[in-house]
Nanobody
């Protein structure tokens, strides 16, 4: 089985910083792209940042220049450094990982998407 464990959320003042971390563990043949999504109450889940296995990054316009996504392949971990936080950044942040694995019933290794439980980020004075 595969599990994503998130950490680093909390309460921060506008202009402050937080660093989110997500570690993947379990039956992983290959860890492909990883990313961070967020969802505010009453709103759709939206992409924040994504990083491929080769290190290429993709950012939403509303975080570009403020957030940085990175990964540590040796630890199967992805990080999101969030600087200059705004009240509009308040949301539950979810870690996502695309994983190549052999699940029960699979004849060959297959790509699956896994999600963390979410971590609350609140930006308020």
């Amino acid at each position: 089985q595969v599990q994503l464990v998130e950490s680093g959320g909390g309460l921060v003042q506008p202009g402050g910083s937080l660093r989110l971390s997500c570690a993947a563990s379990g039956d992983i043949f290959k860890l492909n792209a990883m990313g961070w999504y967020r969802q505010a109450p009453g709103k759709q889940r939206e992409l924040v940042a994504r990083i491929t296995g080769g290190g290429s990054t993709n950012y939403a316009d509303f975080v570009k220049g403020r957030f940085t996504i990175s990964r540590d392949n040796a630890k199967n971990t992805v990080h999101l450094q969030m600087n200059n936080l705004k009240p509009t950044d308040t949301a539950v942040y979810y870690c996502n990982a695309n994983i190549l694995r052999l699940a029960p019933g699979d004849a060959i290794h297959t790509e699956y998407d896994y999600w963390g439980q979410g971590t609350q980020v609140t930006v308020s004075s």
